[in-house]
């Protein structure tokens, strides 16, 4: 069960950082766009401020989740790598279920946000407010999701030394 819950999340997390890059593409492309329509066409676009902090939303979450996931997340080891093995596991299992519980938090809040502004309209986009922080609940579900199976793969003794994904280092 583990091994299918491994490949899914991975395959999970790779599609999150591919849409977060694209997100970080296209943002830079608005942002670009608004910049030449400002200072060449003295004419800048309405739409693109709030359509390029709409994607900044959604592809910081998403690579806050994917990050999770394949640990690239910034962390402090020190005090793990001092302690007997026992207790480092005790520590990772700790702090994965406070990341879940953050997680917890981007769900329930991130969620309220989203229905407590769905009625606003974004007037330059003509979207309903709640798309642009929907970002939110979407990744702490999936922060949950890949705190769990950190804490199970520490239960079970899967040996994960450097979780991160080689093309970032």
């Not at 694209?22 to 739409?47: D, E, H, K």
Request: aromatic content about 10%; some cysteine.
């Amino acid at each position: 069960m583990l091994n299918r819950l491994s490949k899914i999340t991975h395959v999970a997390a790779d599609l999150l950082l591919k849409t977060a890059a694209a997100g970080l593409v296209l943002m830079t492309a608005i942002i670009g766009w608004q910049v030449f329509g400002r200072y060449v066409l003295n004419s800048s676009p309405s739409w693109s401020e709030q359509a390029s902090l709409t994607l900044m939303i959604w592809y910081v979450s998403f690579a806050a989740a994917a990050g999770v996931r394949e640990g690239f997340h910034i962390r402090i080891i020190a005090l793990e790598n001092a302690a007997k093995p026992p207790v480092r596991k005790s520590m990772r299992i700790a702090s994965n279920f406070v990341v879940a519980v953050c997680g917890a938090a981007m769900l329930i809040w991130g969620g309220e946000l989203v229905a407590r502004t769905w009625e606003h309209v974004i007037p330059s986009l003509g979207l309903p407010r709640g798309i642009a922080y929907l970002g939110l609940p979407i990744s702490g579900f999936l922060i949950i999701l890949f705190s769990f199976e950190r804490i199970l793969e520490e239960l079970v003794g899967v040996d994960l030394k450097d979780e991160e994904d080689p093309r970032w280092s």
